[in-house]
């Protein structure tokens, strides 16, 4: 009968050390061909992030270009163009903050029947304008605080200075979830005026400052509003009122929409706020990952 030498078990042994080694060279390799897979995809969405924020700053850059070069009595309220770059088609709109209503300076009127509009009851409407003034508005000194005290059951008190951001909406009491959603599209808090600019506001809009001033006059001056839309003055004799806008806003918002070559599509709304030469302008907000729109301007009211 034949013995095994120490030499067989050395190689015995040699071979499962290998064997060992060869195992663990493969896991090796399994778990670093599976990091880089997903460090190329990682990659590959930063690259496309960047991508994007790039289009959309030369969106903006195009923009406020446009709009510096162009003297205040002349500088367009709205706007749109196309570019393509980096294999993307890019579509710029872009519209003064004027065609919206601020949150922040608008009347209680105003909002009133702002939110009448939306479809919000007549006392709903009220009672949201009226706790919207509350928010914004720091109390005497001195004065018991109310609008702090309403505030306690729902865990946080109002502001009382002006709106940041137009999603402080959601946080005003006495508005509910679906009246905020149908308002967001037509607020902001970069008017800076307490009027509108009636050759880009929105009909919901004009209807808030029609309702506000009466049902036949003129909301932005005491004209009588045509059965066209258009605005005719309510004495024939008088002059033609000028086209000039009443409000007027530094402040423009940018909305880019990117379709890439690989079908791939994105859109953004950036605020800027025009400056000088030197600094021709500042980035008030940036928001990605907006439902995109359509590129083409609104048609002006003749």
């Known amino acids: 009968m034949r013995r095994s030498c120490p030499q067989d078990a050395q190689r015995g042994f040699v071979i499962v050390?290998?064997?060992?080694?060869?195992?663990?060279?493969?896991?090796?390799?399994?778990?670093?061909?599976?990091?880089?897979?997903?460090?190329?995809?990682?990659?590959?969405?930063?690259?496309?992030?960047?991508?994007?924020?790039?289009?959309v700053s030369a969106g903006v850059e195009l923009t406020a270009y446009q709009l510096i070069l162009t003297s205040d009595d002349k500088r367009p309220v709205q706007g749109a163009f196309h570019f393509r770059m980096d294999d993307a088609n890019v579509g710029v709109t872009f519209a003064s903050e004027a065609a919206r209503i601020d949150l922040n300076y608008a009347s209680k009127d105003v909002l009133a029947a702002f939110f009448a509009g939306l479809g919000a009851n007549k006392d709903a409407a009220n009672e949201g304008a009226e706790r919207i003034i509350g928010w914004r508005t720091r109390p005497a000194p001195g004065s018991s605080n109310e609008e702090e005290a309403r505030y306690a059951a729902l865990g946080y008190v109002p502001r009382q200075s002006l709106f940041a951001h137009v999603n402080e909406l959601a946080l005003v009491a006495g508005l509910s979830p679906a009246l905020v959603d149908r308002a967001l599209p037509f607020v902001t808090v970069f008017n800076g005026s307490s009027d509108v600019d009636d050759s880009i506001a929105a009909p919901e809009v004009i209807a808030a400052f029609k309702k506000k001033s009466g049902?036949?006059?003129?909301?932005?001056?005491?004209?009588?509003?045509?059965?066209?839309?258009?605005?005719?003055?309510?004495?024939?004799?008088?002059?033609?009122?000028?086209?000039?806008?009443?409000?007027?806003?530094?402040?423009?918002?940018?909305e880019t929409t990117i379709n890439f070559a690989n079908g791939r599509s994105s859109a953004s709304e950036v605020v800027i706020v025009l400056g000088d030469k030197r600094v021709p302008y500042r980035v008030l907000s940036w928001q990605d990952d907006v439902e995109p729109r359509d590129t083409l301007p609104v048609s002006r009211r003749s």
């Open 17 to 55: 050390a290998v064997l060992w080694i060869l195992i663990a060279l493969s896991s090796l390799a399994v778990i670093f061909a599976v990091y880089l897979s997903a460090s190329a995809r990682a990659m590959a969405i930063g690259d496309t992030d960047l991508q994007n924020e790039a289009l």
């Open 215 to 254: 049902a036949n006059s003129d909301l932005f001056g005491g004209g009588m509003a045509s059965t066209g839309g258009s605005f005719v003055d309510a004495d024939p004799s008088a002059p033609p009122k000028s086209n000039v806008p009443k409000a007027k806003s530094p402040c423009y918002r940018v």
